[in-house]
Nanobody, 120 residues
Framework: VQLQASGGGLVQPGGSLRLSCAAL????????MAWYRQAQGRQRDLVAS???????NYADSVKGRFTISIDNAKNTVYLHMASLKPEDTAVYYC???????????????WGQGTLVTVSS
């Protein structure tokens, strides 16, 4: 299983950006997908998560500004970020858990990070 993240970049404060992360490979089912972020010199923290059934969870710092969604047909999770602040600047990582079709073993993988910079 490979997670391919995209969509990062430079955006001005107050702007919007959408991140995407596709889970590729021999996947039988996905339990959940999530976005984490790690600012320079800080630990990696959960931003938002979503189950395949659509249940969501958000960090308090992004509630009302970020929206996570999932396209189960495409095994892809999206993070729409609005009203971005300089403190949202970080490398954003996607993560997924589920079951691999081969032997039906569980998986728990991270994608590569994508940098989001909020600056004027």
């Amino acid at each position: 299983v490979q997670l391919q993240a995209s969509g990062g970049g430079l955006v001005q404060p107050g702007g919007s950006l959408r991140l995407s992360c596709a889970a590729l490979g021999n996947i039988f089912s996905i339990n959940d997908m999530a976005w984490y972020r790690q600012a320079q010199g800080r630990q990696r923290d959960l931003v938002a998560s979503i189950t395949s059934g659509g249940s969501t969870n958000y960090a308090d710092s992004v509630k009302g500004r970020f929206t996570i969604s999932i396209d189960n047909a495409k095994n892809t999770v999206y993070l729409h970020m609005a009203s971005l602040k300089p403190e949202d600047t970080a490398v954003y990582y996607c993560k997924s858990t589920g079951t691999i079709r081969t032997h039906f073993v569980p998986y728990n993988y991270w994608g590569q990070g994508t940098l989001v910079t909020v600056s004027s």
